[in-house]
């Protein structure tokens, strides 16, 4: 279709079907079922089979009317890109949409105490009853999963393969009695992820995704979207239109929720937006080692960027590499916000101590100061990209393992 | 503005990449070393006349063949990638680049189609070499175009047949050319650290000089810009071919009964340079697509050449250590790559010099977009 044949189309629906002063749910399931919702995906499944660039034109038309799409904020986004790849008809007719109309809110379920970086090393137990799975186990570092209505979630239902065959992926119900989530504080005071404990928990036995003992490719999948969330610095939804109508009341209370442990992730980043006007009035941009500083600073995110926009211009050219290109743009995060974090200290000199109302930017500096070392972990550490850019980029042999064998005879934590 | 390279320019590299990978092998690149002149005149008539390549970025009017930086930069990193010895970088693009930048339309007439279809190997001879403002501080000429003073460093000085000399004027800074062997110019050979490159110390003494333009000071800048994004280009070719290289090594050297690239401190250390490598090589490429749109100055240029230096410099440092002992040998390769990262690294103006010309730029314009 010819990017005027899509705006047409789409400014004729807006005309025909928006108003603001409908309810959220109603205007969203109105954009599911013309497939305006989520344009890029299959015509089978909500979407329209549109290239990334007739997207573009959508989200472009949304942009300029002030239209409000599609609920995208949060771990929803991961739930459903994965489900899209490896669920099944069933599974993606009954999930999908409700994921779209934001009716349905999603967290993900992977991490544990005892497997942070070895995420494949998962005890959270999966046993398979009659009617249903029994999960019993603990997760942790779970955004948003207090107000989560499901979630995606590894666990192993075999203990008898090696570690990686005995994982399957599941969908479970956060609203059952197994369930109880409690909420985690981090070094930086924020409380943006949870604990889940899970007591004998029950999944349906057609939520599991992609097979039994599938759930290390499947979590593969969901890791390396995340990624490229992560490479393109993209956790938060934007601010909600500021517009009078029921529909847009109704998505500032969403994105308040949804954005809310995001709020500091700007500052994970290291602020390298800041910087320039903070150099200018201290006037430390006068001092040539400040300069030095900064202009390494300006290299590493122009770079970041240009070379972001190289491997999305040859993806939408049919090439390939997301994986790895994903990973160096996670390593490459960390170092800018390493030296972000570097230069903002050095402009802000002893002031860089204060975090209280006379600190930088109403604290903001003083938040980004000790918020960034999460931006090296969360995700996979730089060591665990390394690994990967190294591995599978490079081709360098892998690590001698001392994890193969059934997995209840591998050490773990704890024991 | 362009993101990547399109298929023909693709195509091309691929034709670019066969010819050097042929003709520019270690084994001829240490044979070139050790001689006075430093290149292989067969090669230098292939590569010019059968493969035109000395005019790829020169105006078609003055014979060459239209193209700009970003078709230079897939030369320059191939000549990189294998360390081609030749005049390639002092003739086709100092000069070439100095005389279509300063010369008057009757000089460029002239002289242009003899550099870009490499009949003639011209070299430029610039008095400083770090830093634009510091150009014209050791050359003058009188008003009767006689030129006198002397440059330390000039790229193939010795096997050079024409230079073209930027020198100090009573206002501003003129464009000389004088044949190589004109009466008051004295020519002598100076060792470098890179042997793959000859330099040599040209001196003057009234030499009698033909003014063939005006150097401004924007026109200089813009000259800067395009040999450092050249020689970027050159330094992103030299970095691949070394991590290609040392990759290599870590997989079949055996320590501890091991792959020593099975450790993560190497794997890491490499994964490291891949990620410095990817971001640097962006930044030269993008800068050469800046120069090919516009004439507007950017940070682009100076942050590829900061980039890709420091990028080049760490691979070749890296190259090195990760070989152990005997990366630290004459017999192995990788210290010609080193040597020349490290002359790289200063021609044109050393990393620090860039970021603060990057600073200046920013400050300027406030828009890094």
């Known amino acids: ?415 | 503005m362009q993101t990547v390279l399109s298929d023909d320019q693709v195509q091309f590299k691929h034709v670019v990449h066969r010819f050097f990978d042929t003709h520019s092998t270690t084994t001829a690149v240490r044979a070139l070393a050790e001689t006075e002149t430093g290149f292989d005149p067969l090669v230098w008539s292939q590569l010019s006349e059968t493969l035109g390549l000395t005019g790829t970025h020169l105006p078609e009017q003055y014979g060459g063949h239209g193209f700009g930086p970003v078709e230079l930069g897939i030369i320059q990193e191939e000549m990189g990638r294998t360390l081609y010895c030749g005049p390639f970088f002092s003739s086709a693009v100092m000069a070439g680049y100095a005389l279509e930048r300063f010369a008057d339309e009757a000089a460029k007439t002239e002289r242009l189609p003899q550099i870009a279809d490499g009949s003639i190997r011209a070299t430029l001879v610039l008095d400083d070499l770090n830093h634009p403002s510091q150009v014209g501080r050791l050359i003058a000429a009188d008003q009767a175009g006689a030129l006198t003073g002397s440059a330390p460093i000039v790229l193939d000085g010795c096997s050079a047949e024409v230079f073209f000399i930027v020198a100090r004027e009573d206002s501003g800074l003129g464009l000389y050319a004088l044949a190589a062997k004109a009466p008051g110019a004295e020519v002598s050979a100076q060792d470098s650290i890179d042997m793959t490159r000859k330099v040599a110390r040209v001196t003057l003494q009234e030499a009698a000089g033909t003014r063939i333009g005006s150097v401004t000071p924007q026109s200089l800048n813009r000259f800067w810009d395009l040999t450092s994004v050249a020689l970027a280009h050159e330094m992103i070719g030299g970095a691949s071919r070394l991590l290609d290289e040392t990759v290599e090594y870590t997989k079949g050297r055996y320590q501890f009964g091991r792959p020593i690239g099975s450790f993560q401190a190497l794997k890491h250390r490499c994964a490291d340079l891949l990620m410095n490598l990817e971001f640097a090589k962006a930044a030269t490429q993008h800068a050469g697509f800046c120069l090919a749109a516009s004439d507007q100055e950017t940070i682009y240029p100076s942050m590829a050449k900061a980039m890709a230096a420091d990028c080049f410099m760490e691979m070749a440092r890296a190259a090195i250590q990760l070989r152990g002992g005997i990366g630290f040998t004459w017999e192995n390769d990788t210290h010609l790559w080193f040597k020349r990262a490290k002359c790289d690294e200063v021609l044109l103006g050393a990393p620090y010099r860039h970021r603060a010309r990057m600073m200046d730029i920013l400050q300027e314009t406030q828009d890094v977009a």
């Not at chain 1, 759930?215 to 593969?220: E, H, L, S």
């Not at chain 1, 360098?396 to 005879?409: I, L, S, Y």
């Open chain 1, 1 to 415: 279709m010819s990017h005027d044949g899509i705006k047409a189309a789409l400014e004729a629906f807006l005309d025909a079907e928006f108003s603001p002063d409908l309810s959220l749910v109603e205007w969203r399931k109105r954009l599911v079922s013309a497939g305006w919702a989520a344009p890029s995906w299959p015509d089978a499944y909500f979407g329209r089979d549109f290239s990334q660039a007739e997207a573009l034109v959508v989200s472009q038309v949304f942009a300029e009317r002030r239209v409000v799409g599609a609920a995208q904020v949060g771990p929803r986004r991961l739930a459903a890109e994965t489900i899209l790849a490896h669920g099944t008809h069933e599974q993606k007719q009954r999930y999908l949409p409700k994921i779209l109309t934001g009716e349905h809110a999603w967290c993900q379920l992977f991490s544990e105490p005892g497997s942070g970086s070895d995420l494949a090393g998962a005890s959270t137990r999966a046993d398979r009853k009659a009617d249903h799975w029994l999960i019993n186990g603990q997760k942790v570092w779970n955004t948003s999963a207090h107000h989560a209505d499901f979630g995606i979630l590894v666990a192993r239902s075999n203990w008898d393969l090696p570690k990686h065959q005995g994982l399957s992926y599941f969908l479970i119900d956060m609203r059952q009695p197994g369930v109880e989530v409690r909420p985690l504080k981090q070094m930086n005071g924020h409380a943006s992820f949870n604990e889940v404990f899970l007591t004998d928990a029950r999944v349906a036995l057609d939520d599991l995704v992609g097979g039994e003992g599938q759930g290390w490719a499947v979590a593969t999948a969901t890791l390396s979207i995340e990624r490229q969330g992560f490479a393109r610095g993209r956790s938060q939804g934007a601010p909600a239109p500021a517009s009078a109508g029921r529909v847009y009341e109704e998505l500032a209370r969403e994105l308040e929720i949804d954005n809310e442990p995001y709020t500091w992730y700007p500052q994970r980043e290291g602020r390298p937006d800041l910087i320039l006007q903070r150099a200018q009035e201290t006037g430390a941009i006068e001092d040539d080692a400040v300069r030095q500083e900064m202009a390494k600073l300006v290299c590493l995110t122009e770079a970041a960027r240009i070379s972001a926009d190289q491997v999305s211009a040859h993806q939408k050219s049919g090439g390939q590499g997301m994986l790895p290109a994903g990973s160096i743009g996670k390593l490459g995060a960390s170092v800018i916000a390493r030296q972000a974090a570097h230069v903002h200290t050095m402009i802000s000199g002893a002031s860089a101590m204060l975090s209280g109302p006379e600190s930088a930017f109403e604290g903001v500096i003083a938040e980004t100061l000790i918020s960034v070392p999460a931006i090296s972990i969360a995700g996979g550490t730089d060591e665990i990209q390394r690994n990967i850019i190294a591995e599978r980029v490079l081709g360098m042999p892998k690590e001698q393992r001392m994890d193969t064998g059934p997995f209840r005879d591998i050490p773990r934590n704890g024991q």
